[in-house]
């Protein structure tokens, strides 16, 4: 019989991590592991390879992640498991990654872990969840999804609507009062300054496919659209960064008094260079 790893590969989502605390352990627990008794067992030609890629020096590769995951004693779902970390981690492309992390939320046991992962990622996979948040305070709302569902633009279905109260209160992002109406827990809900993770990095690609779509059908008095092309020195960047960080916040220091919002809105702003770090600003071009 299969020995059970020192501890569950299903709790992380950094399979160096799990190498790192799963060779540390393995070491407490009185054995006599060492780099060179995990290379024999995994039949790595390399003693050192399993210390390089706990220190990210090493990928592994289809053959040598099923050498690991037989010298680390992991049974068949967990080996599944190990593949599909390393696969996530190693990804290339935020595309790779995000498909990636789609596979691991869809394991029973990891689920069961950590199932406030599933949600946050459901939370960002489509951008009418953030919208029935803020709905939640509209002294306007009657507390039925179809009145979501009508208020949005563009329209969603009941069905999303009901799914998307039932997904904000588990999150904790709203709940139910006396009078069994809802309210948002918090007053502002903010992804930081900076992308966490590639799920919110494919949820503002999402925000940006949606500006797209409503530019045609939401008339200039309502909505404001404007681009600038700056030639800047490469130092300005971080002064313009600071800048559009600090507007930020004093957009949400302006807004958080309205606790019982009438309409709902999306500000987006974009800041990206158009030109490689190798090209001066100033360079013409023919």
Known sequence: MRRPSPINVFEYTDYRAFLRDWYETAKKSGGTLSYRAFAQRAGLKSINFFKFVMEGARNLTEDSIVKFATALKLNK????????????????????????????????????????????????????????????????????????????????????????????????????????????????????????????????????DLAKEVMDEVPPAQRDISTMTLGIVRERLPQLKKKIQEFRQEILKLVSGDSEPQDVVQLNIQLFPLTSPSTPLNEEVD
């Open 77 to 208: 779902q967990e080996q599944e498991f190990f593949r599909g970390l390393v696969l996530y981690n190693q990804a290339r492309t935020p595309e790779e990654k995000n498909a990636r992390y789609e596979l691991l939320l869809r394991s029973r046991k990891y689920s069961q872990l950590k199932p406030i992962d599933r949600d946050q990622y459901e939370y960002y996979s489509t951008w009418y969840h953030p919208a029935v948040r803020e709905l939640a305070a509209s002294k306007e709302w009657d507390g039925t999804p179809g009145w979501i569902a009508k208020k949005l633009s563009p329209a969603i279905t009941e069905t999303q609507a009901e799914r998307s109260i039932s997904l904000l209160e588990r999150l904790g992002f709203i709940e139910k009062t006396d009078d069994r109406r809802w309210k948002q827990s918090n007053t502002i809900l903010s992804t930081g300054l900076e992308l966490q993770s590639h799920v919110v990095h494919e949820y503002h690609k999402r925000i940006l």
